[in-house]
C-alpha cells in the first residue's frame, strides 16, 4: 500500500517561492516516476512537473524555468522548488506516484498567491 502526504503549501505573494514535499510510504518510491500535477477551480487537474525513477524531468511550459522538481530516494520525498509564483499558479497541488499501470494520489495541498 502506497501512501502519499504533501506539505508545503500556503499563501504567499506574488514573485514569492514556496517548497513543496511529497513523502511516500512503501518500498516502490525509488524505482517510481514521481509528478506534481495542480487543479484551480474550474479546471481540470494537469501536470506540473515529472520526474523518473533515473531522473530525468519535464514540466509543463507555463513553469518551466520558475519550478523544480527534485527527489531524494533515501528519504521517498519528492520536492516541487516553486519561484517567481504568480496568481495563476493559485491551485491544489497533488503528487502522483507512478509505477506499472497504477498511479497513486496525496490528498493535495493548496498553494494561494495573492498579487
Known amino acids: 500500500q502506497v501512501q502519499l502526504v504533501e506539505s508545503g503549501g500556503g499563501w504567499v505573494q506574488a514573485g514569492g517561492s514556496l517548497r513543496l514535499s511529497c513523502a511516500a510510504s512503501g518500498s516502490i518510491f525509488s524505482i517510481s516516476a514521481m509528478g506534481w500535477y495542480r487543479q484551480a477551480p474550474g479546471k481540470q487537474r494537469a501536470l506540473v512537473a515529472r520526474?523518473?525513477?533515473?531522473?530525468?524531468?519535464n514540466y509543463a511550459d507555463s513553469v518551466k524555468g520558475r519550478f523544480t522538481i527534485s527527489r531524494d530516494n533515501a528519504k521517498n520525498t519528492v520536492y516541487l522548488q516553486m519561484n517567481s509564483l504568480n496568481v495563476e499558479d493559485t491551485a491544489v497541488y497533488y503528487c502522483m506516484l507512478g509505477w506499472g499501470a497504477r498511479n497513486y494520489w496525496g490528498q493535495g495541498t493548496q498553494v494561494t498567491v495573492s498579487s
Open positions: 520526474i523518473t525513477s533515473g531522473g530525468s524531468t
